[in-house]
């Protein structure tokens, strides 16, 4: 059984910052990529940024420059640095994964997200 949980949303005003953490853990062998995605209310979820296991990144453009995704692979946890948040990044923000486990099975996993709030 493979978990993702996801932390760090809260309440900010426009031009704040937040910090969004996603630890993965069960029976995990290895992770692929790391992913961010979100999804505001009457909207699609939409991929905001992803990372191999070996480090490169990849964001959407209404992110660049403003958010800053990495993973710490010792621990199985991704994270999502957000500056100079906008009132249209409030969302419901997803982790997602790309993780092998330990019978080498890969498979798709979703976190149950957590929710960033942007006042203006």
């Known amino acids: 059984q493979v978990q993702l949980v996801e932390s760090g949303g809260d309440l900010v005003q426009a031009g704040g910052s937040l910090r969004l953490s996603c630890a993965a853990s069960?029976?995990?062998?290895?992770?692929?990529?790391m992913g961010w995605y979100r999804q505001a209310p009457g909207k699609q979820r939409e991929l905001v940024a992803t990372i191999t296991s070996g480090g490169i990144t990849s964001y959407a453009d209404s992110v660049k420059g403003r958010f800053t995704i990495s993973r710490d692979n010792a621990k199985n946890t991704v994270y999502l640095q957000m500056n100079s948040l906008k009132p249209e990044d409030a969302a419901v923000y997803y982790c997602?994964?790309?993780?092998?486990?330990?019978?080498?099975?890969?498979?798709?996993?979703w976190g149950k997200g957590t929710l960033v709030t942007v006042s203006s």
């Open positions: 069960g029976n995990i062998f290895s992770i692929n990529f």
């Open positions: 997602n994964a790309e993780i092998y486990t330990s019978t080498r099975n890969a498979g798709n996993y």
